[in-house]
């Protein structure tokens, strides 16, 4: 058995010359002439195989047909690691180099149902990258399709393929490529794209909530773990966002980016000041980058979107103004998101999670939760008594800051707290959504008068607008505070 260590990064088509001219791989050895692959992936017609995550391919090389069994990868942030099993194929399936009881089992069992459901076939050009004496890693740039039920798409890839050296070093000459080239991380394997393809299923968002941690490890793999899911979210979005008119991919990506922030603040006392500082300052730039989008999104599906149906004559014009600013915000999120250099970010960080100290002895995750969450359960209540008095959009708008933080921690450390405290969560989500739609209410204000200083015909219909939501807000803003309370004003508990 041999277990691939790769990371596979996706480009446009039109970007492949110009990946062959980076001086990185301009350089590089090239192991003989491109090669076309004929792949064809096989499965039960109930997709048996694909249910327990194996796979099973042949592929034709000139003359030379290849049988290929793959189990399931585990990937961080793009990086996988899979066993997989290579032989030759002799037109009948052989399955006794298969050393995994479980996979060798499974295809047995099914051996007779087996049927081709999908192909893959591409251009591969091969190259060797020895940055070191110690480091060899292979290059595969791949352009063709994969194609099932009359359905295709475009494969685009580059996959680095460690053969000797670190998941670091691998990181690092992804980096490089990714800095000049428009380069994403990409973790479906073509034969999840196959697979996707033959079931006729659409590329979705990447929705994610916080998944508890394990009690059992230590704080800063608890990190690591939820940091990586993360990453794993910014990269599905991303990679989505630049070709889908989906409003929601954007929104997807701008939580992933936010609760990677909220992660770092949070186990920021174990963490080196130097990442926390960087990795703060990134992400939010990042995030930035998507704002005007996602405020006009919500501005057209949520704050106009009352008044659709509307007799008032005044009012489409109002929303054909806001839809045409929408779209131009989208188009330039799509250039940014498949810019040269938009994936060095997502890369980088892996590379800096891969590379934290872990500290021999650290204290035990259900100490480090109370002591955390006690942490971010002060900090709200501290910005709930600065809302009380002062009333304002700003002091509300930092209670909602405070009181997502204090979530995300509740969900991560699940598992740590008591039964009253694990009942506080959904209702903290309650509570962030009605304060989210307040500062949403806030920021489309300043907007809607630009709309009507730019444009003096739509005056009449934002006043009506801002009349309609103005009802919204007084009654949000005089049950919010009551409800928080509630719900900060008793004293933390954690720990069962």
Request: contains cysteine; aromatic residues 6%.
């Given at each position: ?129 020895t940055p070191s004496a110690d ?207 938009a994936g060095q970010p997502l ?31 002060r900090q709200a209540q501290r ?114």
């Amino acid at each position: 058995m041999a277990r691939e260590i790769e990371l596979k990064l996706a480009f446009a088509p039109a970007a492949h010359a110009a990946i062959l001219s980076h001086p990185l791989l301009a350089r590089a050895e090239r192991l003989g002439a491109a090669n076309e692959l004929i792949n064809t992936y096989y499965d039960t017609p109930d997709m048996a195989l694909s249910a327990r995550r194996v796979a099973l391919r042949t592929r034709k090389i000139g003359d030379t047909w290849l049988q290929t069994v793959k189990c399931a990868a585990e990937s961080f942030g793009g990086l996988s690691s899979r066993p997989e099993w290579e032989q030759h194929f002799t037109g009948e399936f052989d399955f006794s180099a298969v050393d995994a009881e479980a996979p060798r089992k499974l295809l047995e069992v099914h051996r007779d149902a087996i049927v081709p459901l999908f192909t893959t076939n591409f251009r591969r050009q091969t190259l060797l990258l020895t940055p070191s004496a110690d480091v060899r890693v292979l290059v595969m740039i791949d352009s063709g399709e994969v194609s099932a039920n009359g359905r295709s798409e475009a494969i685009s890839e580059l996959e680095l393929e460690l053969e000797h050296g670190s998941a670091d070093d691998l990181l690092a000459i992804a980096s490089e490529l990714a800095a000049s080239l428009p380069l994403l991380p990409y973790d479906p394997s073509k034969a999840a794209r196959g697979y996707r393809l033959f079931r006729g299923d659409p590329i979705l968002p990447e929705h994610h909530r916080i998944s508890p941690a394990n009690p059992k490890t230590q704080p800063l793999a608890a990190f690591s773990a939820a940091a990586f899911t993360e990453i794993a979210a910014w990269a599905a979005n991303q990679h989505a966002a630049i070709s889908s008119d989906n409003a929601e991919f954007i929104h997807q990506l701008r939580l992933a980016l936010r609760r990677l922030r909220s992660l770092i603040r949070l186990f920021a006392p174990l963490l080196p000041e130097s990442f926390t500082a960087h990795w703060q300052a990134t992400l939010r730039r990042e995030a930035a980058s998507l704002a005007e989008a996602r405020d006009l999104d919500v501005l057209c599906d949520e704050i106009l979107a009352v008044t659709e149906g509307d007799s008032d004559a005044r009012l489409p014009a109002l929303l054909t103004h806001a839809s045409a600013a929408r779209q131009h915000a989208h188009a330039a999120v799509r250039a940014r998101l498949a810019a040269p250099g938009a994936g060095q970010p997502l890369l980088a960080l892996t590379r800096a999670l891969h590379a934290l100290p872990q500290a021999e002895a650290q204290m035990p995750l259900e100490a480090f939760a109370a002591q955390a969450l006690a942490r971010l359960q002060r900090q709200a209540q501290r910005r709930y008594r600065c809302a009380d008095t002062e009333r304002s959009t700003e002091a509300l708008h930092a209670l909602r800051i405070a009181t997502r933080r204090l979530r995300l921690g509740q969900e991560l450390f699940a598992a740590t707290l008591d039964k009253k405290q694990a009942a506080t969560t959904n209702s903290l989500a309650e509570l962030q959504a009605d304060l989210g739609h307040l500062h949403d209410l806030a920021l489309a204000m300043p907007r809607l008068a630009d709309f009507s200083r730019s444009r003096p015909e739509l005056t009449e219909a934002v006043a009506f607008v801002v009349g309609w939501q103005a009802a919204t807000s007084l009654q949000l803003r005089r049950a919010i505070l009551p409800r928080c309370r509630k719900l900060l004003g008793k004293k933390h508990t954690a720990g069962k």
